[in-house]
């Protein structure tokens, strides 16, 4: 049965709370304190009450770190080539967002890691036809469009679930995690099994960044760098 080799998980670090007077700095921080993702929260005011940023800016983060991008966008079908023309390495979509899920997938075809993303309040069965067709299932622990949030108790039962779905599929899906992830509760979500932890606010607190994250990836079970 095809799994995804990694046992400790990959971190993917949000940026909607960074400095964005001084992103390059940010982004610098987050190179060297080793982080494996920058995650780029794409919000249009539709899907969910904020708005966050396009493909244009997305292209113009200079970094060395793979782009995740996370779209909380209503019909992702027509918008999706742009975002892999900004430099996407990873790009997720969610379920509820479209009919066509499946379209979408297609659409995308091998230009990208595809990702699928599932609310807190969709049902987990919802990904097992798309299983074919994605590089990764993303649960959320929050409802999309504010970061800080309290990670929902049903995630673990939730992720459960979904890996036993991938499990079934036979494919080598990567199973993520976003939302409420802290320091102090990162080895517990590790040890759910996941494959990706997103976190945001958990790194741009206000405090230091590059600490932050260091703690994070000890937390996760992840060697110092
Ligand atoms: C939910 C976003 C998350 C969230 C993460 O709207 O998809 O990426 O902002 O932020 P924290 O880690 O602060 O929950
Ligand atoms: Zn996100």
Known sequence: ??????????????????????????????????????????????????????AQVIGALRTTLRKDVHLMIEEPLEKVRAYVD???????????????????????????KRGIALNPGTPVTAVEPLLDDVE?????????GWGGQRFAPGTERRLGAVRELID???????????????????????????????????????GDAAANLRQLRAGAGRAAV
């Open 1 to 54: 049965m095809a799994r995804v080799p990694n046992t400790e998980p990959l971190l993917s670090v949000g940026i909607t709370t960074a400095d964005w007077m001084h992103m390059g700095d940010e982004l610098r921080r987050l190179e060297a304190a080793g982080a494996d993702y920058v995650h780029i929260d794409v919000m249009d005011g539709c899907f969910c009450p904020q708005v966050t940023v396009g």
């Open 136 to 144: 990764l299932v993303l649960v959320l622990a929050v409802n999309p």
């Open 168 to 206: 079934r599929s036979g494919r080598a899906v990567m199973l993520g995690v976003d939302g409420g992830v802290t320091r102090e509760n990162v080895g517990s979500i590790a040890a759910m099994g996941v494959d990706m932890i997103v976190a945001g606010s958990a790194v741009f607190d206000g």
């Open 86 to 112: 900004a430099g996407a390495d990873t790009l997720t979509f969610h379920v509820e967002a479209t009919r066509h899920p499946h379209r979408v997938l297609q659409a995308l075809g091998k230009s990208v």
